[in-house]
Every structure is written in structure tokens, then in C-alpha cells.
């Protein structure tokens, strides 16, 4: 692992195409807990291997992800990682990727506009239409 200091936000993917994994830990506190890790899709949209904290937030992605509950965790997953040519498959990546791509912002708002219609859609029916 090397520590390089700050970078321009556009020389990022450069920088992350010659990652073997990318990891994102966490402390587990009130705030982790429910918070939303973007970072994760982008990760994933690179294709990369991902080794994160488990969190219930990151449950959505279990099937994507080498989850870590302690440091020991950590260790195995990075070793596995870097031991097992399956885990950088180009297969594994494509699925990562695909995976990440069903979380545009444009998929959020579309998903956030149905249960809104649907949530409407149940008030009328169990409250009748209203007369507006």
C-alpha cells in the first residue's frame, strides 16, 4: 500500500487502474451504520475487487463485495484476493461493473418516483380518491 497525498479529482482513474482491490473501512458507529457508500459503486464500476467493513448498509452488496466484520477479516479477504486469479477475473469484473450500473442517479430517482406513485396508489385505494 503506498500513501501518495492529495490528487486532482481528475487523475483518480489512473491512479485506480493499477489497483489490485480497493477497500473501504469503517468505523461501525451511529452514522456508518446507515450511511449510503457511494464510494462502494464507484469502486465497483471499475471492476475491481471490493474489501469493506459490514455494514447493514452495505448488505445490498454482499454478493459483490468481500465484507469484514474485524481486521482479521481484512487480512483474509486481501490475501484471497491477491492469491485467486478467479477474483480478477474479467468475468468477476463485468459482473461488478453490471452491477454498478443499475445504481445511476437516474435508476435512484426512478426507483424513488415508483414507491412514491405506488405509496400513492395504495392511499387511494384504502381511502377512496380524493376530490380535489
Known sequence: MFFLGKKSPNSIQEYVRHFDMCMN??????????????????YLATGKPVVATATKAMDMFKEFTFLCQNKEDFVQHIRSILEDQRFISRDEADRRRKFAMEHSWQNCIGSLGDAYYQSESKKESVYGRSKA
Do not use: A, H, M, W
Open 25 to 42: 473501512p469503517q468505523v461501525v458507529n451511529l452514522l456508518t451504520l446507515g450511511n449510503y457508500p457511494r464510494k462502494i459503486d464507484e
